[in-house]
């Protein structure tokens, strides 16, 4: 049986233009697949059915779209959750406008606010491990909901436990915005990780950078997990949900994308 996971196949610039319009009016959630997530979909019911409902399904891994291209010749676009989330924050979200941060501390809040001139973010600090407790799950979601209609919320309390707040906001029906699940994005935009070389980016190989920078934390991930992505080549799919897009290189954006991400000093480039 081949697990199928369905892509909006958008680059950055492509991404950025369908966020910018989506607006506070209903609600929604992106979620951004990578190696790791792509196994666990196969893996996991559950996880397949958070990623079912999301309305946005970007890739997340020159890795995978490199691998794909040359095991399946399966072309596909990157739009990597961390540059989304620079050029969201640097281009699109306006002073006013209402953003959530669900993770992270306060000082990574704070640094966001005055970087990008976020006056309306709210910053939710849920406990670790909060997932495990129904009454802290209940807390933060409504702490989210209390702040909305919000124009974005940035999930960064990691997978899979930001798909699972996503879904939860969607299923009780109060939130509206759009919610992205962007993992460690918030990290490397305020510096506490570093982020590959745009060499190492282009080549997929960002995954090593990290490895190198925090062996004790990611060496399962990485050189346990990660390599099962091989012997599930031909039991998975990526497919392009819906109509595509025109033809555009995942390399090119616009300057507006491009000055977010050049500008941002949490980046190593």
């Known amino acids: 049986m081949v697990n199928v996971i369905d892509i909006d196949n958008y680059n950055l610039e492509e991404a950025l233009k369908l966020v910018a319009g989506f607006g506070s009016d209903r609600y929604g959630y992106l979620v951004t697949p990578n190696v790791d997530h792509v196994i666990r979909h196969y893996e996991d019911r559950q996880f397949r059915a958070l990623y079912s409902q999301a309305t946005f399904v970007l890739l997340d891994s020159r890795f995978l779209a490199h691998t794909l291209g040359l095991f399946k010749r399966q072309a596909l676009r990157v739009c990597l959750g961390s540059d989304l989330t620079a050029a969201i924050m640097d281009t699109v979200v306006k002073p006013q406008d209402v953003a959530v941060l669900v993770g992270g501390s306060a000082s990574q809040a704070q640094y966001l606010r005055q970087r990008f001139g976020l006056r309306a973010l709210r910053h939710i600090d849920p406990p670790m491990n909060f997932i495990r407790d129904p009454a802290q799950v209940e807390w933060c979601l409504r702490q989210i909901e209390d702040v909305g209609p919000f124009r974005f919320c940035f999930l960064a309390v990691g997978s899979p436990q930001q798909e699972i707040i996503a879904q939860k906001l969607k299923e009780r029906g109060v939130a509206r915005g759009l919610a992205?699940?962007?993992?460690?994005?918030?990290?490397?935009?305020?510096?506490?990780?570093?982020?590959?070389?745009?060499?190492?980016?282009?080549?997929?190989?960002?995954?090593?950078?990290?490895?190198?920078?925090?062996?004790?934390?990611?060496?399962?991930?990485?050189?346990?997990?990660?390599?099962?992505?091989?012997?599930?080549?031909?039991?998975?799919?990526?497919?392009?949900?819906?109509?595509?897009?025109?033809?555009?290189?995942?390399?090119?954006?616009?300057?507006?994308?491009?000055?977010?991400?050049?500008?941002?000093?949490?980046r190593a480039l």
């Open 180 to 266: 992205l699940c962007v993992g460690a994005s918030v990290d490397f935009l305020t510096g506490i990780e570093k982020r590959a070389p745009s060499w190492m980016q282009q080549a997929g190989l960002e995954w090593l950078f990290r490895l190198l920078q925090n062996p004790r934390r990611l060496a399962k991930r990485y050189l346990v997990r990660g390599p099962m992505i091989f012997l599930l080549l031909r039991r998975i799919e990526l497919r392009v949900r819906g109509s595509t897009v025109p033809a555009a290189s995942d390399a090119v954006v616009s300057t507006a994308s491009s000055a977010a991400i050049a500008s941002n000093p949490g």
